[in-house]
């Protein structure tokens, strides 16, 4: 009964197809199709289509519902509602709602919601919601939402809120919300904020927050907060990290002993106020019955007393590895905080001396209680460039 009934509708679409070609060329209405010229309209039709159902269908423009089980060109633009198994090709603009399991392309503008299980393509702008399983692409600007399971590109101005599972490249200035796995690019300005788990780069002037491990921009107005943050002409603002530098940071490197790490090698990345330093130290001063070792960061801000001496002062923390020393009843690891004045004096162009003076106490990481503490006195030499 159920072959009966599906050869009965085949014939029928057959004989559709059959007697549609003696009909105008404008004609439009429903569109019934199996595949290409088999369906109950021309596929060089000048008209519209309100209804198309098959299983691979091909028209001239769809103004109303489209439903198809493989596939479906459109020559014109779309407007109203789109659902395929695999794919939707337009030759225009889509404006409505649009959904494929493999990918949606549209050579105009997109204006509503593209919905796709791998790509979805918009060759001119996008005002609405995207959301692919992998990429989504446009052409021009974006703006609305913008959601893809790898990558977002956009290549002109936009806006709203992108995320990304991997990255998302704006070819252009961005204004709201990018979010990303790993990376944001923008092309032009940004006013909002990046967040990525690896990077945010800005070719323009960031104003707002990048929030990464790395972040970089040619200006800034507004906050860099990661590991690592550069900008290359201008801050108004303030970075937040590790190392923060510009194209006038100086890199030196700094030998000095003292009473808490008797021995220390650190990297200073200083700005014209503000430095930070990144270091290490061995014979930690209460454990070193046999070896222990400590990793610091610290920044501070620096101050001219005159042309050659200098005054400084740092807030750092403090990593304390003790290695064989537990097995003599001493924790494994411990942390420390501390603070230092330094006054530094500048023999020359590429050499120094300095001392500081300062306080810290070294705590234990599981429990709520202090080590040690005490007085820290330490004095050394800086190398390379002021």
Not at 43 to 55: A, F, Q, V
Not at 130 to 136: M, P, R, V
Not at 219 to 236: M, P, T
């Amino acid at each position: 009964m159920k072959h009966r009934i599906l050869s009965t509708l085949l014939s029928l679409l057959l004989v559709g197809a059959g007697t549609v070609f003696s009909q105008d060329r404008k004609s439009g209405g429903v569109n019934l199709s199996i595949w290409k010229n088999i369906a109950t309209q021309r596929t060089d039709t000048t008209g519209s289509t309100c209804l198309n159902i098959g299983i691979f269908s091909m028209q001239n423009r769809l103004n109303g519902i489209g439903i198809n089980l493989m596939g479906a060109t459109t020559h014109q633009e779309v407007k109203g509602i789109q659902l395929a198994g695999i794919y939707n090709v337009n030759g225009s603009s889509m404006n409505g709602i649009q959904m494929a399991g493999i990918t949606n392309v549209n050579g105009g503008e997109t204006n509503g919601l593209s919905f796709s299980g791998l790509v979805n393509i918009t060759g001119g702008s996008s005002r609405g919601m995207l959301f692919s399983g992998l990429t989504n692409i446009v052409g021009g600007e974006a703006k609305g939402v913008v959601m893809g399971g790898l990558m977002n590109i956009t290549t002109g101005n936009s806006s709203g809120l992108h995320m990304a599972g991997l990255a998302h490249i704006a070819g252009d200035s961005f204004s709201g919300l990018q979010f990303s796995g790993l990376l944001n690019i923008t092309g032009g300005d940004l006013n909002g904020l990046q967040l990525s788990g690896i990077g945010n780069i800005t070719a323009g002037t960031a104003r707002g927050v990048q929030l990464a491990p790395f972040n970089v921009a040619v200006r800034g107005k507004g906050l860099q907060i990661g590991l690592v943050n550069y900008y290359r002409e201008k801050l108004d603002g303030f970075q937040l990290g590790l190392v923060n530098a510009n194209p006038d940071t100086r890199v030196q490197l700094m030998l000095f002993g003292g009473n808490t790490t008797r021995a220390n090698i650190a990297a200073r990345f200083k700005n014209r106020l503000f430095y930070t330093i990144l270091g290490t130290g061995a014979w930690q001063q209460g454990v070193d019955e046999k070896f222990s070792t400590a990793f610091f960061y610290r920044a501070g801000l620096e101050l001219p007393l005159n042309k050659r001496f200098f005054i400084s002062g740092d807030l750092g923390y403090q990593h304390i590895e003790t290695f064989k020393n537990k097995d003599l009843g001493l924790p494994a690891r411990l942390y420390a905080l501390q603070a230092r004045a330094n006054l530094e004096y500048r023999l020359t162009e590429t050499f120094g001396l300095f001392v500081s003076g300062g306080y810290g106490t070294s705590r234990h990481y599981n429990r709520d209680a202090t080590f040690d503490k005490g007085i820290i006195v330490e004095g050394g030499i800086v190398l390379f460039k002021y």
